[in-house]
């Protein structure tokens, strides 16, 4: 397939147009672009950034059959690619002179993207971070669900929305969204527009946390949930998280997704008993250009 075939853009609103429609067809294994183009849409470009966001699709016999998008930080992310499209993206990129400072999609599309932008370019590659993708089946409550009930957070909750935000973060080594946290962009985190419900025990005290994305194609992504270390083992993240899943559910979500750690096996247990069924595997892998030598 040749790389021409690869049409670039840096209009959002012409890229959906054509690209839309693919966008939807698969809502649950397109999740993250689906979010991240929206909040691009509707915000529009960060005016403290000098690049920026450069989308692509691939089209064979007038159809899209894939897409790319690279944000104003450098990450790029990719809908699933044969390794023959990987690599002709890479050729084209290459030549246009992008610098990419990791890519991530699913486990194949992934791989096969950073093998051939490391001979391409000689930028090591290197895997931070795995996950498992969920989509939910039939929503399974437990048969027995802790004290308490769900609360959706309001602005009165927003310090501790943050705070449990920063911990989660900490825990899994997501050290980007701390940075924002830290210097006060909330709303340029990646939680900034989620909507938020807490689980609280019977005295009215929050234990547990899950937020929710806004529909976007039919889709809804569960994340984060986070209890903090102290109140773990009772049952509060799968009250919460079937809440969330629920409350998906009555707003007309068709699918309803949620990532993983794949080194989690407590979480992984937890959702397939309330019904989500693993769809995918993402991979991202960072890279690093070396410095050109004395001349």
Same mark, same amino acid.
């Given at each position: 397939?040749?790389?021409?075939?690869?049409?670039?853009?840096?209009?959002?609103?012409?890229?959906? $147009?054509? /690209?839309?429609?693919?966008?939807?067809?698969?809502?649950?294994?397109?999740?993250?672009?689906?979010?991240?183009?929206? %909040?691009?849409?509707?915000?529009?470009?960060? *005016?403290?950034?000098?690049? #920026?966001?450069?989308?692509?699709?691939? =089209?064979? *016999?007038?159809?899209? +059959?894939?897409?790319?998008?690279?944000?104003?930080?450098?990450?790029?992310?990719?809908?699933?690619?044969?390794?023959?499209?990987?690599?002709?993206?890479?050729?084209? !990129? /290459?030549? !246009?002179?992008?610098?990419?400072?990791?890519?991530?999609?699913?486990?194949?599309?992934?791989?096969?993207?950073? =093998?051939?932008?490391?001979? &391409?370019?000689? /930028? /090591?590659?290197?895997?931070?971070?795995?996950?498992?993708?969920?989509?939910?089946? %039939?929503?399974?409550?437990? @048969?027995?669900?802790?004290?308490?009930?769900? +609360?959706?957070?309001?602005?009165?909750?927003?310090?501790?929305?943050?705070?449990?935000?920063?911990?989660?973060?900490?825990?899994?080594?997501? @050290?980007?969204?701390?940075?924002?946290?830290?210097?006060?962009?909330?709303?340029?985190?990646?939680?900034?527009?989620?909507?938020?419900?807490?689980?609280?025990?019977?005295?009215?005290?929050?234990?547990?946390?899950?937020? $929710?994305?806004?529909?976007?194609?039919?889709?809804?992504?569960?994340?984060?949930?986070?209890?903090? #270390?102290?109140?773990?083992?009772?049952?509060?993240?799968?009250?919460?998280?079937?809440?969330?899943? &629920?409350?998906?559910?009555?707003?007309?979500?068709?699918?309803?997704?949620?990532?993983?750690?794949?080194?989690?096996?407590?979480?992984?247990?937890?959702? @397939? &008993? !309330?019904?989500?069924?693993?769809?995918?595997?993402?991979?991202?892998?960072?890279?690093?250009?070396?410095?050109?030598?004395?001349?």
């Amino acid at each position: 397939m040749l790389p021409d075939d690869w049409q670039l853009t840096e209009d959002v609103d012409d890229f959906l $147009a054509r /690209a839309g429609d693919f966008l939807r067809s698969r809502p649950a294994l397109h999740n993250t672009p689906l979010t991240d183009i929206e %909040k691009l849409r509707t915000r529009g470009a960060d *005016a403290h950034s000098a690049e #920026t966001t450069v989308f692509g699709r691939l =089209e064979s *016999a007038g159809e899209v +059959r894939a897409i790319f998008y690279r944000t104003p930080l450098g990450r790029l992310c990719l809908t699933p690619l044969s390794a023959e499209q990987a690599g002709a993206l890479a050729a084209r !990129l /290459a030549g !246009l002179g992008h610098s990419p400072s990791n890519v991530i999609a699913d486990h194949d599309t992934a791989t096969a993207f950073a =093998e051939t932008w490391q001979r &391409r370019t000689g /930028a /090591a590659s290197v895997p931070f971070w795995r996950t498992h993708l969920y989509r939910l089946g %039939k929503l399974t409550p437990p @048969q027995t669900r802790p004290e308490g009930r769900g +609360r959706i957070a309001s602005e009165q909750d927003h310090e501790q929305v943050v705070c449990w935000c920063r911990e989660f973060c900490v825990e899994v080594g997501e @050290q980007p969204s701390i940075d924002l946290i830290d210097s006060g962009s909330w709303a340029d985190s990646r939680f900034g527009d989620r909507h938020f419900t807490f689980w609280e025990t019977s005295h009215g005290a929050p234990a547990s946390m899950a937020a $929710a994305t806004s529909i976007v194609g039919g889709m809804v992504r569960v994340d984060p949930v986070y209890t903090p #270390t102290h109140l773990r083992g009772h049952g509060y993240a799968g009250a919460v998280t079937v809440e969330v899943s &629920r409350a998906a559910l009555a707003a007309g979500a068709t699918d309803v997704v949620l990532f993983t750690d794949p080194a989690n096996p407590t979480s992984n247990a937890l959702y @397939q &008993r !309330l019904g989500y069924v693993h769809v995918a595997d993402f991979t991202g892998y960072r890279f690093s250009y070396g410095a050109p030598e004395a001349g």
